[in-house]
């Protein structure tokens, strides 16, 4: 089909030849301000958009608040864990059965996945594919629970593209900004939790900053 | 689909009437209204962030050529590829060709108004293969056989008792037959039903909100997440899109979706936003192992020359069909094709033909709503009057209109005479109130008096009454 896109092209730049280039130089984009501090920021935008919000002083404290989650909702003792860094901190009870290192299988209730930032602004998530971190961990359980360390968030995703474009020369395949779990209001436009990914979005914000 | 839009009158009044549909509008209507007000309350700096996103669309459109080949450059880049089409009939043709080329059988789409567009569907269905529409409001419009009525709200017409009847319909041979009648259970079964679609998908196919041309990547803004389990579990991921999506960088990304969901569902940010560049890389566990964009021209490349260009900024939010009386009053299907609303009288006549178009710039009070709500500040009723006056040069308008408007600009040209004329017109007026035997006999007041009383005229015109008043000439 390069047919068409020669064709395409001719036809735009015929098109366009008869006005001037606009150019982006003068072009700023205004950033709102936030009212407040980041994790306050952050948490509140969660909690309206249906996401439920935890706290834990180290990474060693994740699997303990993993397990008193499936006890509070009544989960099977059992999560899919992706190998992201922050969670093989974690200390993890001997109740839980702990699967790491694989996707996302049809019979898995209950995932835990890392995230690279978190946007106060909006109450962001982004998550980003890798070996690491397969995607579908995101989308297929009905339960997915984020860890995310404090000092990862950042106050737009304006200051967070850049850090990306830097540590993924060759951009990730899948950047997932997650800001609450899935809904639809498409009965009668009221609003229904759970359509298609996952029903619950847990976030764990873990205090402190990344230990080397 | 075929447009329909032709019958835009006869739609309209059957629309006026069905107690269904008028249930489900006037549900929808005051609660988008609503939701964007309060969004955008507590939003900082919305002129300016508007007039940003003016102008970075201007910017790119005007060098649209270099941003779509830097785009594909970057698609290529990492193992993706970019499919130019001019048509729907060639985008179509390039989707086919894909599915038959991996043996496809079932194919999965996420929401996707270029699909509609080229009406993707029904190829796809009579080439053999099983389509599956994964957005809630896509797969109640798809069990139901129609066409959506909303760019982003597709079922917006459908009053959940029909939707209960819809899933018993399709549901039961599936061995659902209890009836689900609440909302919680209607969600719930599609989402069961759709589960298995999921999982067992050759193809996935999604639209794409933005295409960014730093990075290569095809971003969807979704709440359901079905269209992130499009494009990542099965093998094949196609985006169908079209050229006037593409905007800069990433943070031109950040700053529009500022406006995105705002405008259409009145949320600050949707549940996700999902940048896809290219297929799985060495060591992914999953996602697609394909990932092609079909970049569909569609007299859009056409556009940009001439004076509907202003057109091509829309992003598709939806907040001018949310605003519109019209829209409101007798629904999306009534404009008989893909598009609704004001940005679907504009662009159907530019896509599908001014014939057999005619009525839809026409059903517009220009009121200007539209216009007001719209994040990219396209000028709409300017742009509905412009096909308006092609119309009128292209004799697609009736011949008495044209006559009529004619006589009129004539009159409307030479003060004095059209003084004169109105005064005439006032006195016969006054003299007819009170004989509707002959007022019936005069052209297009027929079209008035029968569903209103004629008011009664004073016999005389504003102009005069306006000199008589004492200090009128101060």
Redesign the interface.
């Known amino acids: ?2 047919k ?2 020669d ?3 001719a ?6 030849g ?7 130089d ?5 950033q ?2 936030l009212n407040g501090g980041l994790a306050e920021n952050f948490v509140q ?1 969660l909690k309206k ?1 249906g996401a439920v919000v935890e706290k834990v002083s180290a990474e060693a404290g994740i699997g303990g608040c993993v397990s008193r989650y499936l006890q509070r909702e009544q989960l099977p003792s059992e999560v899919v864990v992706s190998d992201d860094e922050v969670l093989k901190l974690s200390d993890w009870p001997e109740l839980v059965t702990v699967h790491r ?3 996302a299988t ?1 019979n898995d209730k209950v995932s835990v996945t890392g995230a690279v930032h978190g946007i106060a602004e ?1 109450g ?1 998530l982004v998550l980003v ?3 690491q971190n ?3 961990l ?3 359980p009905d339960h997915h629970i984020v860890v995310l360390r404090e000092s990862s968030l950042v106050a ?3 200051d967070m ?1 850049g850090t ?2 830097e540590r993924f020369p ?21 609003l ?1 939790l ?5 029903r619950r979005l847990l976030v764990i914000l873990v205090k402190g900053e990344k230990i080397n | 689909m075929d447009s329909k839009a032709h019958k835009f009158r006869e739609n309209a009044k059957v629309a006026l009437l069905d107690p269904d549909l008028q249930r ?1 509008l006037g ?2 209507r005051g ?2 209204v609503d939701a964007r007000t309060q969004a955008f309350s507590c ?3 919305h002129a ?2 508007q007039d ?1 996103a003016k ?2 669309k ?2 790119t ?5 270099e941003y ?2 830097l785009f594909e450059k970057n698609v290529n ?2 193992g993706g590829k970019v ?4 048509t729907p009939a ?1 985008a179509r043709k ?1 989707v086919l060709d894909i599915c038959d080329d991996v043996d496809a059988r079932r194919i999965i789409k996420g929401k996707s108004m270029v699909s509609e567009e080229i009406a993707l569907n029904y190829a796809l269905e009579t080439a053999g293969y099983d389509v599956v529409e ?4 896509e797969y ?1 419009i798809q069990l139901a056989g129609e066409p959506p009525s909303h760019i982003i ?4 017409h459908k ?2 008792q029909q ?1 209960t009847d819809l899933f018993h319909k399709h549901h039961s041979r599936l061995g659902l037959k209890e009836r689900v009648t609440d ?2 259970d ?3 079964e ?2 069961l039903v ?2 298995e679609a ?2 067992s998908a050759d193809v996935g196919i999604t639209g794409a909100n933005f295409l960014v041309a730093e ?3 095809s971003v969807i803004v979704t ?4 269209g ?2 499009t ?3 099965p093998g094949v991921h196609i985006v169908t899109t079209s ?1 006037e999506k593409v905007i ?8 529009i ?2 406006l995105l969901a705002r405008n259409g ?1 009145g949320q ?14 060495t ?5 697609p192992s394909q990932y092609h964009v079909v ?1 569909l ?1 569609n007299g859009r ?2 556009m ?3 004076e509907f260009k202003e057109m091509l900024r829309c992003i598709r939010c939806g907040a001018c069909l949310n605003h519109c009386p019209v829209y409101g009053a007798v629904g999306g299907h009534s404009y008989g094709w893909v598009y609704s609303g004001p940005m679907g009288a504009v662009l159907t006549p530019l896509m599908v033909g001014l014939d057999g178009t005619k009525d839809l710039p026409n059903a517009c009070t220009l009121n200007g709503r539209c216009a007001e709500v719209c994040p990219m500040s396209i000028p709409l009723p300017d742009l509905l009057r412009k096909i308006r006056v092609r119309q009128n040069e292209e004799r697609i308008t009736s011949v008495r209109a044209r006559w009529f408007m004619k006589a009129w600009g004539f009159l409307a040209c030479k003060p004095h005479l059209y003084g004169w004329c109105l005064r005439i017109l006032a006195w016969l007026l006054s003299w007819l109130w009170g004989k509707p035997h002959i007022l019936r006999l005069l052209p297009f007041v027929h079209e008035w008096t029968a569903t209103r009383e004629f008011p009664k005229s004073q016999g005389f015109t504003f102009q005069s009454a306006y000199r008589k008043a004492p200090n009128s000439h101060e």
């Open positions: 089909m390069s068409a896109r064709s395409i092209l036809t735009i730049r015929r098109a366009n008869s006005f001037p280039q606009l150019t982006k003068a072009i700023s984009w205004p709102p301000r935008s958009a290192g694989r996707p049809r909006t962001t594919s890798g070996e397969p995607t579908t995101n989308f297929l737009n995703t304006e593209w990306l474009r060759i951009f990730p395949r899948s950047v997932n900004l997650i800001s609450g779990p899935s809904k639809t209001a498409d009965v009668e436009q009221t229904q759970g359509a298609h990914g996952p | 489900a549900k929808a609660g988008f939003l900082d700096r300016e962030i940003a102008q970075i201007d910017h459109l005007s060098v649209l050529d779509l080949v880049k990492v499919h130019w089409a001019r060639e390039i994964t957005d809630l409001g109640i709200a597709p079922a917006v009053t959940r939707i909302i919680p209607i969600v719930n599609a989402r759709l589960r999921f999982l990075t290569g990547s709440n359901e997440g079905n992130d389990l494009n990542t579990l050229i800069p960088t990433l943070e031109d990304l950040s700053g979706l500022r569902t600050e940010i949707t549940s996700y936003t999902t940048l896809s560049t290219g297929p799985r890389r060591g992914d566990k999953d996602g970049l021209d490349s056409e940009l020359a001439g």
